[in-house]
């Protein structure tokens, strides 16, 4: 079947901009992941979505990134007032929110912030 | 919170040979532990997990190892091939809840 998908693969915003990116899920996955990963670093954890609610966005940087899953299938990320620091591939992961059960990736959007 | 060390950073090792990238965590709590395989503009993918009521699991050229007591686990790929050169990633969980990365290892297989 399908796997994760994320659009767009690319975005080029300037400083202060917003940004939405897209992530579809697995179809019948309850558990959506966002990780960012910065240019030689490992993936780091954003926020995690059991269903429509976040059940954690512990590892969201700060107050412009903020993201929704108001059905709880389709997700989106959003980032206000966009600075070059955030800067990076942003990945999306879903799993079928079973303990310890496999996060399947999509491909990422790379974001660039000029 | 949980902190992943992966070593080491870059590994090469010619065609046929073995190659071997080790992780630690330091959250005793964790019980799941990936191993992802990232290709150059791609998503990572899983390539072998274990669970820690495991102590060794094996898919094929490829094993993990764990021993939760002194809390490492280690990737082993034997008979190496060409197209295993890619970028490896350790990680660690609690239950169904986030992962933990290490910081990669750039293996290269040399022909």
């Known amino acids: 079947g399908a796997g994760v998908s994320q659009t767009p693969s690319n975005k080029v915003t300037e400083k202060g901009k917003y940004v939405e990116l897209r992530c579809d899920p697995i179809s019948g996955h309850t558990a959506l992941y966002w990780y960012r990963q910065s240019l030689g670093q490992g993936p780091e954890f954003l926020i995690y979505f059991q269903g429509t609610g976040a059940a954690d966005d512990s590892g969201l940087p700060n107050d412009r990134f903020f993201a929704v899953r108001p059905e709880g299938s389709v997700s989106t990320l959003k980032i206000q007032r966009t600075e070059r620091g955030d800067s990076a591939v942003y990945l999306c992961?879903?799993?079928?929110?079973?303990?310890?059960?496999?996060?399947?990736f999509g491909p990422g959007t790379r974001l660039t912030v000029l | 919170g949980e902190n992943v060390e992966q070593h080491p950073s870059t590994l090469s090792v010619q065609e046929g040979d073995s190659a071997v990238i080790k992780c630690t965590y330091s959250?005793?709590?964790?019980?799941?532990f990936p191993w992802y395989k990232q290709e150059l503009g791609k998503g990572p993918q899983l390539i072998i997990d274990i669970r820690s009521n495991v102590g060794e699991k094996k898919d094929q050229r490829i094993a993990v190892t764990l021993n939760k007591t002194a809390k490492h686990f280690s990737l082993h790929i034997t008979e190496t091939q060409p197209e295993d050169s890619a970028v490896y990633f350790c990680a660690a969980s609690e239950g169904n809840e986030k992962l933990t990365f290490g910081t990669g290892t750039r293996l290269t297989i040399i022909p």
């Open positions: 992961a879903s799993s079928t929110g079973l303990a310890t059960d496999t996060q399947y």
């Open positions: 959250d005793s709590a964790s019980n799941y």
